[in-house]
C-alpha cells in the first residue's frame, strides 16, 4: 500500500495512559507527524461520528467523547491505514479481549462499556483524509496528505 497517514485519537478516559500509548505508536514503527490535545465540543462530537448519528450507542458515545481532552495524531508509516486498525484490535473491548488480548483496545479499553474503548484510528484512506482535516484543519494540503494516490480522494 506504500506509506499513508492516519488519524489516531486517544479518547478521554485513556489519556491518562498517553504516555504507554505513544510507546506502542513508536514500536510498531509509526511516525507521529502531529499531535494535538483538544477537548470537543458536543457539535464537534457529532460531526465526526456523524455516520454512527440515530444508533442506539450515539448518545453515549457523544457523551463519552466530550468527557474530558481527547489526543489526536496524524501517524505515518506503511500500510498505516490498516496496520494502526490492527493494533487496536475489534471495535468492542469485550471481542477485543477475547480475540486480540494485546491489542490497544483489549489493554487500554473499559471492558464494562464496549464504546469505552481508549483509542480510535480510521478506517480508510478516505476516512483519513476528512479526519485529519477536522482534527488539524490549519495544516497545509500538502502535510494533511495521505496515501500515495491522495488526489483521488480530494
Ligand atoms: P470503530 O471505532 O472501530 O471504527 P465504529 O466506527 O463502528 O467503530 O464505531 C465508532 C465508535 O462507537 C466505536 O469506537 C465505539 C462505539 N461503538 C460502536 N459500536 C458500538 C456498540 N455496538 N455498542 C457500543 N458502542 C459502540
Ligand atoms: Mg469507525
Do not use: C
Amino acid at each position: 500500500a506504500g506509506v499513508q497517514r492516519t488519524l489516531a485519537l486517544i479518547k478521554p478516559d485513556a489519556v491518562n495512559r498517553a504516555a504507554e500509548i505513544e510507546k506502542v505508536i513508536t514500536e510498531e514503527g509509526f511516525t507521529i507527524v502531529e499531535r494535538r490535545q483538544v477537548t470537543l465540543s458536543q457539535a464537534d462530537a457529532e460531526t465526526f461520528y456523524a455516520e454512527h448519528k440515530g444508533k442506539p450507542f450515539f448518545e453515549t458515545l457523544i457523551e463519552y467523547m466530550t468527557s474530558g481532552d481527547v489526543i489526536a495524531f496524524i501517524l505515518s508509516g506503511d500500510d498505516a491505514v490498516a496496520r494502526w486498525r490492527q493494533v487496536l484490535g475489534p471495535t468492542k473491548v469485550s471481542v477485543a479481549r477475547q480475540e486480540a488480548p494485546s491489542s490497544l483496545r483489549a489493554r487500554f479499553g473499559d471492558p464494562g462499556n464496549d464504546s469505552k474503548n481508549g483509542t480510535h484510528g480510521s478506517d480508510s484512506l478516505t476516512s483519513a483524509q476528512r479526519e485529519i482535516k477536522f482534527f488539524f484543519p490549519d495544516l497545509t494540503l500538502e502535510a494533511a496528505l495521505t496515501g500515495e494516490g491522495a488526489k483521488e480522494y480530494l
